[in-house]
């Protein structure tokens, strides 16, 4: 049991292959047989069609043999799923939260992440939630994926393989930002784990430490605006002008921005100094037409040299762009 769990991939890559296996068989007898009889009974080989009726043999092997062959997908795929349902004794449990458009790991010590961390070849019991509508917790790598719905809790076991770093997605459509809901899940040793698990490392050691010990890693969005997704911003806050909760982009492009700041309307210019606030303190000054206070407190979560470059990225993307027009 513990040996079908650690090869859990590879197993569901097997059945799938049996299936894919099984489908190739059938539509190639299929093909043969019409061919055949196209060639065998076509007007001029055979003018007068012929009744036959009632061949108790061949109707029970068309009936009997097709049966057969999806009982064994079943009872395959069945065996290999049921190890992610048996719970292992020790398995550590993650409770998992799914809400638009984020994940929320939460650790058995009351850890609490955005990013998914965790040991190398330990049994782990994701306990599956969500906080608003129907989400489904896909992780591709480990090829699992199970529904997080509101008001119940689902789970699944894997115990991951190898060290790495591999995409968490939402694989249910859940509204607007949907597509941007991934986060990824951080393979580890289990001594490197523990350290940050007791607090003495943060999870910049960790994503450091994988990167530097599984031949890098391909973000899931890379190019120009990768930290803009990473850091959850386009959640948000649009690349293209389309509306969402926040003002989008593009509007940057305007080189000025009309704010209310303590009740007042104003019209300020949108410089560095402009950019850095409304990411530090978004509640200072808010775009007329928006919601107050919408936007998360990101201090905890920004590093001093990120937002250094979120500020650089929009300047130059934005900003600078439109000046050069
Ligand atoms: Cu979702």
Same mark, same amino acid.
């Given at each position: 049991?513990?040996?079908?769990?650690?090869?859990?991939? +590879?197993?569901?890559? *097997?059945?799938? /292959?049996? %299936? $894919?296996? =099984?489908?190739?068989l059938?539509? #190639? @007898?299929? !093909?043969?047989?019409?061919?055949y009889?196209?060639?065998?009974?076509?007007?001029?080989?055979?003018?007068v069609?012929? +009744?036959?009726?009632? *061949?108790?043999? /061949?109707? %029970? $092997?068309? =009936?009997?043999?097709?049966?057969? #062959? @999806?009982? !064994?997908?079943?009872?395959y795929?069945?065996?290999?799923?049921?190890?992610?349902?048996?719970?292992?004794?020790?398995?550590?449990?993650?409770?998992?939260?799914?809400?638009?458009?984020?994940?929320?790991?939460?650790?058995?010590?009351?850890?609490? !992440?955005?990013?998914?961390?965790?040991?190398?070849?330990?049994?782990?019991?994701?306990?599956?939630?969500?906080?608003?509508?129907?989400?489904?917790?896909?992780?591709?790598?480990?090829?699992?994926?199970?529904?997080?719905?509101?008001?119940?809790?689902?789970?699944?076991?894997?115990?991951?393989?190898d060290?790495?770093?591999?995409?968490?997605?939402?694989?249910?459509?859940?509204?607007?930002?949907?597509?941007l809901?991934?986060?990824?899940?951080?393979?580890?040793p289990?001594?490197?784990?523990?350290?940050w698990?007791?607090?003495?490392?943060?999870?910049?050691?960790?994503?450091?430490?994988?990167?530097a010990?599984?031949?890098?890693?391909?973000?899931?969005?890379?190019?120009n605006?990768?930290?803009?997704?990473?850091?959850?911003?386009?959640?948000?806050?649009?690349?293209?002008?389309s509306k969402?909760?926040?003002?989008?982009?593009t509007?940057?492009?305007?080189?000025?921005?009309?704010?209310?700041?303590n009740?007042?309307l104003?019209?300020?210019?949108?410089?560095?100094?402009?950019i850095?606030?409304?990411?530090?303190?978004?509640?200072?000054?808010?775009?007329?037409?928006?919601?107050?206070?919408?936007?998360?407190?990101?201090?905890?979560?920004?590093?001093?040299?990120?937002l250094?470059?979120i500020?650089?990225?929009?300047?130059?993307?934005?900003?600078?762009?439109?000046?050069?027009?």
């Open positions: 049991m513990e040996q079908a769990l650690r090869n859990y991939a +590879q197993n569901v890559d *097997n059945v799938m /292959l049996y %299936i $894919i296996g =099984i489908s190739f059938l539509l #190639l @007898v299929i !093909t043969i047989a019409m061919v009889f196209v060639i065998r009974y076509n007007r001029k080989k055979n003018p069609a012929s +009744q036959i009726e009632g *061949n108790k043999i /061949l109707e %029970i $092997i068309w =009936i009997v043999v097709p049966v057969a #062959l @999806v009982l !064994t997908m079943f009872f795929s069945e065996s290999v799923y049921k190890v992610a349902r048996n719970v292992p004794k020790g398995a550590m449990n993650v409770n998992v939260e799914a809400k638009m458009w984020q994940w929320k790991f939460t650790y058995e010590n009351g850890k609490v !992440t955005d990013t998914l961390f965790l040991p190398v070849g330990k049994p782990v019991k994701f306990n599956i939630v969500s906080a608003d509508v129907n989400h489904s917790f896909y992780i591709p790598a480990f090829r699992i994926k199970e529904d997080a719905i509101p008001g119940r809790e689902n789970y699944m076991v894997i115990e991951p393989k060290v790495g770093a591999f995409d968490i997605a939402c694989a249910e459509y859940c509204g607007l930002n949907h597509s809901m991934y986060t990824k899940v951080f393979v580890v289990e001594n490197e784990f523990f350290a698990y007791n607090g003495e490392v943060d999870n910049t050691y960790l994503q450091k430490f994988v990167l010990h599984s031949g890098g890693y391909k973000d899931y969005i890379t190019g605006y990768a930290l803009l997704f990473a850091k959850g911003c386009v959640q948000c806050h649009s690349l293209d002008g969402n909760y926040g003002p989008s982009f509007e940057l492009s305007r080189g000025y921005a009309k704010i209310r700041s009740g007042k104003e019209t300020i210019p949108i410089d560095r100094d402009y850095a606030r409304s990411i530090i303190s978004p509640g200072e000054h808010v775009v007329v037409g928006y919601e107050k206070a919408k936007m998360p407190l990101l201090t905890n979560r920004i590093r001093d040299e990120e250094t470059q500020v650089d990225l929009l300047l130059t993307n934005f900003v600078k762009k439109s000046n050069e027009n």
